[in-house]
C-alpha cells in the first residue's frame, strides 16, 4: 500500500506518523498480536531470569560445598588435637643463667630442683625455675647426671677429661655426693681396676639404699647400703648404656646402643633380654644401621613401659619388657628421654629442640613446638602437672598447663 505525497488533513509538525504508529493490514488485528507479542517477551524474560536465578543458587551450593566438606571432615582432626594444642602452650622458657650444655635435671618437688652440665655447671632453684642461681662448681669435669634422694643426699656422675688424666690408672669417670644439700660434695670412686676406662653416664637410686650406675662397654655397678660401697654386675651385653629406670630395689630396665633392652626383677643379679618385633630396617642398612641406638625409658608399672632412641625410634611393651613393639612418633630426629606420667599421657624430648607428646599411649605421637632448635637432652616431671627439659646452649623450658607457650628466643643483649 503506498502513501500519497503532501500533508493530510489531520496531520500535525508534532504527531506525524512513524512507521510504528501505522496499522498493518488486518485492520484490529494489531492489537492483539501486540498482547501477544508482549506475553511471549515476557515469558521469556522470566525464563531468563529464573535461569538466571537458578545459576547463582547452583554457584553458591557449589561454593557451600567444599567448606561443608572440610567442616565435617576437620572436627573429628581439631577435636584429636585439642590435647596437643594445650600442651604446646604449656611450655615457657626459663632462665638459667648459662650457656653450658645442660645435661641432666632434677626436682624433688615443684619447686626444690637441680641441673648439671659441662664444666661442672651447677644450677638449683628453690621456686620451681622462676629464677635459677648458680652454685658452686664441685668440679671443672664434665657433670652427666645429677639424683637426690631427699632433700640432703644427692650424687652427681662426672667426667675426667682424657687430656687430665696424669696417671694411667687414673680413671675417666666418678661420682660426687652430698649430705648437706650440695654445699659440699665428696667424691666416691666406684670403678673397679678392670674398668678404669669405662665411662658411667647415668645413676639410679632408690629409697631402700639402692643404687645403680652404668655407661660404656655394659659397665653397671651397684650398691647395697646407699652408695658406701660398690660392686659390679654382669650384663649381657659390652654396648653403652644409655638409660634406665628401676621402680623398686628389684624390678629395673636398662636400655642402650645395638638395641640393648634388659629387664631385672631380681636387682641386677640376672638380666633378660627383650625383642623387638615389626622393626624393620632399611634395606640398604648398613651392620650397625640394622640396630636401634636406644637413649631412654620409662615405665609406668611392672608391665607396660616405652623406650626411644636414634632417627626418632619410639618401641613399647605390654609385658615387662619381654617384646617390644614401634610406634609412628612423626619424626626422624634424635630422641634422647622419654617420660611417662600414666598408661596414656607421656612426653619424649631429643635433637633440634623436639618435643613430643602423646595421650593415648603412644598411639598417636604429636609434635609440639619447644621454641628452641637446641636439642633437649634431659626431662623431669613432679606429678602430671609440672616439668622441665633442659639441653645445649643452658636450654630449659618448664612445663605447666597454665602457661603460655614457649617462644623461640631472640638474640642476648
Same mark, same amino acid.
Given at each position: ?7 493530510r488533513h489531520?496531520a500535525?509538525?508534532r ?5 510504528r504508529?501505522r496499522?498493518p493490514p488486518g485492520?484490529?488485528?494489531?492489537r492483539?498480536?501486540t498482547?501477544r507479542?508482549?506475553?511471549?517477551l515476557m515469558?521469556?524474560v522470566g525464563?531468563?531470569q529464573?535461569?538466571a536465578?537458578s545459576l547463582?543458587?547452583n554457584?553458591?551450593?557449589r561454593r @557451600? *560445598?567444599?567448606? *561443608?566438606?572440610?567442616?565435617?571432615f *576437620? ?6 588435637l @585439642?590435647?596437643t594444642a594445650?600442651a604446646a602452650g ?6 638459667s643463667?648459662s650457656l653450658?650444655?645442660l645435661?641432666?635435671v632434677?626436682f624433688?618437688?615443684e619447686?626444690r ?7 661442672g655447671v @651447677?644450677i638449683a632453684?628453690?621456686?620451681g625455675g622462676?629464677?635459677w642461681?648458680?652454685r658452686?662448681r664441685?668440679t ?6 645429677? $639424683?637426690?634422694?631427699d632433700?640432703r ?13 696424669k ?10 655426693r652430698?649430705k648437706?644439700?650440695g654445699?659440699s660434695?665428696d667424691?666416691?670412686n666406684?670403678?673397679g ?5 669405662a ?9 631402700e639404699?639402692r643404687?645403680?650406675a652404668?655407661?660404656?662397654g655394659g659397665?653397671l $655397678?651397684?650398691?647395697r647400703?646407699?652408695?658406701?660401697t660398690?660392686?659390679?654386675?654382669r650384663?649381657p651385653?659390652?654396648?653403652?648404656l644409655?638409660?634406665?629406670?628401676f621402680?623398686?630395689g628389684e624390678?629395673?630396665?636398662l ?6 633392652l634388659?629387664?631385672?626383677?631380681d636387682?641386677g643379679?640376672?638380666?633378660?633380654i627383650g625383642t623387638?618385633?615389626?622393626f624393620?630396617p632399611?634395606?640398604?642398612?648398613g651392620p650397625?644401621a640394622r640396630r ?6 620409662s615405665f609406668?608399672d611392672r608391665s607396660?613401659?616405652w623406650?626411644?632412641?636414634?632417627e626418632?625410634?619410639?618401641?613399647a611393651?605390654r ?5 617390644w ?5 612423626n ?6 628421654d622419654?617420660k611417662f606420667?600414666d598408661?596414656r599421657?607421656?612426653?619424649a624430648s631429643?635433637?633440634g629442640?623436639?618435643? *613430643?607428646?602423646?595421650v593415648d599411649?603412644?598411639s598417636?605421637?604429636?609434635i609440639v ?14 606429678g602430671r602437672?609440672?616439668?622441665?627439659a633442659?639441653?645445649f646452649?643452658?636450654t630449659?623450658l618448664? $612445663?605447666?598447663p597454665?602457661?603460655a607457650?614457649?617462644q623461640?628466643?631472640?638474640l642476648?643483649r
Amino acid at each position: 500500500m503506498c502513501w500519497k505525497d503532501g500533508p493530510r488533513h489531520d496531520a500535525h509538525p508534532r504527531h506525524a506518523q512513524t512507521p510504528r504508529d501505522r496499522a498493518p493490514p488486518g485492520g484490529g488485528s494489531d492489537r492483539t498480536g501486540t498482547r501477544r507479542a508482549r506475553r511471549t517477551l515476557m515469558k521469556t524474560v522470566g525464563s531468563r531470569q529464573q535461569a538466571a536465578g537458578s545459576l547463582r543458587r547452583n554457584a553458591r551450593r557449589r561454593r @557451600l *560445598l567444599p567448606a *561443608l566438606f572440610c567442616f565435617l571432615f *576437620l572436627l573429628p582432626a581439631a577435636h584429636c588435637l @585439642l590435647p596437643t594444642a594445650r600442651a604446646a602452650g604449656a611450655w615457657a622458657r626459663q632462665s638459667s643463667g648459662s650457656l653450658a650444655w645442660l645435661h641432666a635435671v632434677f626436682f624433688l618437688d615443684e619447686r626444690r630442683g637441680w641441673a648439671v652440665g659441662g664444666n661442672g655447671v @651447677l644450677i638449683a632453684t628453690e621456686d620451681g625455675g622462676v629464677s635459677w642461681r648458680a652454685r658452686p662448681r664441685p668440679t671443672e669435669d664434665t657433670l652427666h647426671d645429677v $639424683y637426690f634422694t631427699d632433700e640432703r643426699n644427692g650424687w652427681l656422675v662426672c667426667e675426667r677429661s682424657i687430656y687430665d688424666l696424669k696417671e694411667l690408672d687414673d680413671t675417666r669417670t666418678y661420682l660426687l655426693r652430698t649430705k648437706d644439700g650440695g654445699r659440699s660434695w665428696d667424691r666416691v670412686n666406684v670403678l673397679g681396676k678392670q674398668d678404669d676406662d669405662a665411662l658411667l653416664v647415668r645413676a639410679l637410686f632408690t629409697h631402700e639404699g639402692r643404687g645403680w650406675a652404668f655407661g660404656e662397654g655394659g659397665t653397671l $655397678y651397684t650398691t647395697r647400703d646407699g652408695g658406701a660401697t660398690w660392686e659390679r654386675q654382669r650384663v649381657p651385653t659390652r654396648h653403652l648404656l644409655l638409660g634406665g629406670l628401676f621402680l623398686d630395689g628389684e624390678q629395673g630396665w636398662l636400655v642402650g646402643a645395638g638395641s640393648t633392652l634388659l629387664q631385672t626383677s631380681d636387682g641386677g643379679e640376672t638380666w633378660n633380654i627383650g625383642t623387638l618385633l615389626g622393626f624393620v630396617p632399611p634395606a640398604s642398612a648398613g651392620p650397625d644401621a640394622r640396630r636401634v641406638r636406644f637413649t631412654a625409658t620409662s615405665f609406668v608399672d611392672r608391665s607396660r613401659g616405652w623406650a626411644v632412641g636414634a632417627e626418632g625410634q619410639v618401641f613399647a611393651t605390654r609385658n615387662g619388657g619381654r617384646t617390644w613393639t614401634p610406634q609412628e612418633s612423626n619424626t626422624t630426629a634424635d630422641l634422647l628421654d622419654v617420660k611417662f606420667l600414666d598408661g596414656r599421657e607421656g612426653w619424649a624430648s631429643g635433637a633440634g629442640g623436639t618435643l *613430643l607428646h602423646t595421650v593415648d599411649g603412644g598411639s598417636r605421637w604429636e609434635i609440639v613446638p619447644s621454641g628452641t632448635t637446641h636439642a633437649l637432652e634431659r626431662l623431669c616431671f613432679v606429678g602430671r602437672a609440672r616439668g622441665w627439659a633442659v639441653g645445649f646452649g643452658g636450654t630449659i623450658l618448664s $612445663y605447666s598447663p597454665g602457661q603460655a607457650e614457649a617462644q623461640r628466643p631472640g638474640l642476648k643483649r
